[in-house]
């Protein structure tokens, strides 16, 4: 049964905003990660998940610390210059524009979040960095976001970039068919882009895990925060298309390309979430016609 102190709230919902009654994800993520941007609804949430999940915490960290080695890695071995971060919550520690320019000082960043405190928060913080602005805008609808004149201003999309949805595709309704949505982003690209997903993870040969995944689900449906949806691996690949996988692939956060041994034998908790970058590649006919160029 649903705790009453939290009613159901499943499907889309209006970002929450300065609404203190209710709990939002971009402040309950934060009290995951030990933030002080949040209230005592996001830490109610947050301490019903921690019930049956006391790692939680660590997932959070974990999600982060991939963001960083993936946008690290792009800035640096790659070369992209430029970042969308759509779904990019409460500015904290450490954030996107501030890895991307420790390997390119003039790498451009434009996050993007529908929350107005999200929006406040981080025009406060980025209003003295020439080379990073926040958009206040919709995921769900690709069209609108991509022509948003702050987005189009920062950002050259004739050439290519790095598309980051990390932790926030798990958050979008199987109705509004987040696969979908990504498909209408990466059909905008330009070629050589590259696109980071993270995503909740139901494990449905795993039945532990899996009986971890669908109560940590209904935690995030029922008891306050009304969005939250682990999917099996097969459905998070989805989101990508038809892009080319960077190696390892799709796989568990700390197993994409990790800094370091693993310590410690992985909590449950921390397996349930993978993680995964795609590559957009040259048109086919166009690749065929280089090929036959060239010999």
């Given at each position: 049964m649903p705790d009453p102190a939290f009613p159901p709230r499943t499907g889309v919902r209006a970002p929450v905003g300065v609404d203190t009654t209710r709990a939002s994800i971009a402040r309950v993520?934060?009290?995951s990660l030990g933030g002080k941007d949040n209230f005592e609804i996001d830490r109610c949430v947050l301490t019903k998940l921690l019930e049956v999940?006391?790692?939680?915490?660590?997932?959070?960290?974990?999600?982060?610390?991939?963001?960083?080695?993936?946008?690290r890695y792009l800035a640096g071995e790659v070369g992209i210059d430029q970042f969308l971060d759509i779904g990019a919550g409460l500015p904290t520690t450490t954030n996107t524009h501030e890895v991307a320019q420790q390997q390119n000082p003039?790498?451009?960043?434009?996050?993007?979040?529908?929350?107005?405190?999200c929006d406040i928060h981080g025009r406060?913080?980025?209003e003295r960095d020439e080379y990073t602005r926040f958009v206040m805008a919709d995921l769900t609808e690709p069209n609108t976001l991509l022509n948003h004149l702050e987005v189009t201003r920062n950002l050259d999309l004739t050439r290519p970039l790095a598309l980051i949805l990390c932790g926030i595709l798990h958050h979008v309704d199987d109705a509004l068919d987040p696969a979908g949505i990504t498909g209408q982003y990466i059909d905008a690209l330009p070629p050589g882009?590259?696109?980071?997903?993270?995503?909740?993870?139901?494990?449905?040969?795993?039945s532990d895990a899996h009986d971890l995944a669908i109560e940590?689900?209904?935690?995030?449906l029922d008891m306050g925060l009304g969005s939250g949806w682990y999917r099996t691996?097969?459905?998070?690949?989805?989101?990508?298309?038809?892009?080319?996988?960077?190696?390892?692939?799709?796989?568990?956060?700390?197993d994409w390309w990790p800094t370091g041994p693993r310590?410690?034998?992985?909590?449950?908790?921390?397996?349930?979430?993978?993680?995964?970058?795609?590559?957009?590649?040259?048109?086919?006919?166009?690749?065929?016609?280089?090929?036959?160029h060239r010999r």
């Open positions: 993520y934060d009290a999940a006391p790692g939680q915490g660590a997932v959070s960290r974990m999600n982060r610390d991939w963001l960083h080695r993936v946008v003039e790498a451009r960043v434009t996050y993007v979040d529908n929350d107005p405190v406060a913080l980025l882009s590259y696109v980071a997903i993270t995503h909740f993870w139901d494990p449905a040969d795993d940590l689900q209904r935690r995030f691996r097969e459905q998070i690949a989805a989101a990508f298309g038809d892009l080319d996988l960077v190696e390892p692939g799709l796989v568990e956060l700390d310590l410690r034998p992985r909590l449950t908790e921390e397996r349930l979430m993978l993680g995964g970058l795609g590559y957009k590649p040259e048109p086919r006919h166009r690749r065929r016609a280089l090929r036959g």
